[in-house]
């Protein structure tokens, strides 16, 4: 009875390692569909990846040109009304004399 259970423990052993063994195969053409799919799938996100990435290097900068010039503007625009500010305050002080 010992010798039997060995030998069933052996051969499924065996069974699973030979099973497994074939699951591992990273060969394309042996794959189904679904591999194939997933593997064109993940050629094609790799290939827009490395497209897409000087194209965002670009935008960046010209985000970063455009960030730069509304900032000049804005602080420009500020200034403008500060100068009112200051000439109306004047000018109503003048007017109280």
């Known amino acids: 009875m010992e010798r ?5 423990l052996i051969a499924f052993a ?3 390692f030979f099973s497994l063994a074939g699951c591992d195969k990273s060969d ?11 593997a064109t799938m993940g050629r094609a996100v790799d290939r827009a990846v490395e497209k897409a990435g000087p194209v965002m290097e ?3 900068k010209a ?4 960030g730069g010039k509304a900032k000049e ?3 420009e625009a500020i200034d403008n009304m500060r100068q009112g500010a200051d000439k109306s305050r004047e000018k109503t002080s003048d007017d109280k004399k």
Do not use: C, H, R, V
């Open 73 to 75: 503007e804005i602080s």
């Open 4 to 8: 039997l259970s060995t030998l069933f």
């Open 14 to 16: 065996a069974a699973s």
């Open 28 to 38: 394309e053409k042996s794959g189904g569909p679904a591999e194939k799919a997933g």
């Open 58 to 60: 670009k935008a960046g």
């Open 63 to 66: 985000l970063k040109e455009a």
